[in-house]
């Protein structure tokens, strides 16, 4: 009929205040009030939440201080979360994360730095992970809130060196979170047969006659447990620097392993990536192209399907022009230019829709200063 079936609207303000004050005993920082009111309705067959509204108020300080090997970094943050549903939905729920964190920047000389943070973060869960209840079109699911869960705590580690300097440049970084009461979106097996359940937009199971591309996969937000792991690799060098030409190359590397307490893998994982490229620019003209293989993703969570790897090959190219204050450029780009078939193993829908194929977009950008 051309009319919409469901109609999503979110209103959202928000405020934030910061008051820089002068330094107190080599101490210089911020300390802030942020403020977030949130209205978030679904009306119609896609609506899997209830109206909610969403009130946060946040109390932050971040300060840092100059020390003769480089400097030191502290932070806390106070924050109150209200939910409150409409129409009799549920009850109205309440939460109060705190989250602080400290961190330093070692000088390893004019070429090198050594970063370690460690952070306590809490997290009020989202309103639709409390009180989602309906079919979810748009990720193929039907999603099922808990109103039972609590914060979100996450405890987190970080350790990395980098050089920026000269021709070459690098990065590396290894980090541990071990969070308590992680909430994630599991497969639902009601009918206990181990094979993720499929259900009808109203949410009763399909039958064998039923058309799966039609039906919806169950899913429930649950909260346990888990610990990630994982590093981050990047290097850089200046192939050519002088003259009209400059030519870098890259190369990255990085790799995150999530798992329930219960020693369970936890679902969506990106699985391991590598890749490089090279980035060019000649007078207005630039451009650049990369490599980016993607592994098999092997280690998956109960009622998960895995993923085969694949490479994605892209490319771009730019053409500037300036005059005065405005900025025009040209563009051409291309994604997917191998035509792998690619499925994305965060995305829901991975089963059902893998990523486009061959893509090219050309376009103009026109930017006024």
Not at 188 to 193: E, F, I, N, R
Not at 320 to 342: I, M, P, Q, S, W
Request: no cysteine; charged share 25%; proline share 4%.
């Amino acid at each position: 009929s051309g009319e919409a079936g469901t109609v999503f609207d979110n209103e959202e303000i928000e405020g934030r205040l910061e008051l820089v004050h002068v330094p107190v005993a080599g101490w210089r920082g911020v300390l802030g009030l942020q403020f977030i009111d949130r209205n978030f309705s679904a009306i119609g067959v896609e609506a899997f939440a209830p109206p909610v509204q969403t009130r946060s108020t946040g109390m932050f300080l971040v300060e840092e201080r100059p020390m003769s090997w480089g400097r030191f970094e502290a932070g806390v943050r106070v924050e109150q979360v209200d939910h409150e549903p409409g129409f009799g939905s549920g009850p109205d729920i309440d939460f109060s994360p705190v989250s602080v964190s400290v961190g330093t920047l070692v000088e390893l000389g004019p070429q090198h730095h050594l970063r370690f943070n460690l952070a306590r973060a809490q997290r009020a869960p989202a309103a639709e992970e409390v009180y989602a209840h309906g079919p979810h079109l748009a990720t193929g699911t039907f999603e099922r809130g808990n109103l039972n869960l609590d914060e979100e705590t996450a405890n987190n580690a970080e350790i990395g060196i980098d050089r920026h300097h000269a021709r070459w440049t690098w990065s590396a970084k290894l980090y541990y979170n071990r969070i308590e009461d992680y909430v994630f979106l599991r497969n639902a097996d009601d009918d206990g047969d181990g094979v993720a359940d499929l259900v009808s937009v109203e949410g009763q199971l399909s039958g064998a006659g039923d058309d799966p591309d039609e039906a919806l996969f169950l899913v429930d937000y649950a909260q346990a447990g888990a610990d990630f792991h994982g590093f981050e690799l990047e290097t850089g060098y200046r192939l050519i620097e002088r003259g009209p030409l400059r030519l870098d190359a890259r190369l990255f590397a990085d790799s995150v392993r999530g798992e329930l307490r219960n020693g369970s893998n936890l679902p969506r994982i990106t699985p391991e990536r590598f890749g490089g490229g090279f980035d060019a620019e000649l007078g207005a003209l630039s451009g650049s192209i990369s490599l980016t293989r993607v592994e098999r993703q092997h280690r998956v969570a109960v009622l998960e399907t895995e993923t085969e790897g694949y490479a994605l090959l892209s490319a771009d190219l730019a053409y500037t022009l300036t005059a005065g204050d405005t900025r025009t450029t040209f563009y051409l780009r291309g994604r997917n230019l191998l035509d792998e078939e690619a499925r994305r193993h965060t995305s829901l829908l991975k089963d059902r829709a893998p990523l486009p194929g061959v893509t090219l977009l050309a376009g103009v950008r026109i930017e006024f200063n």
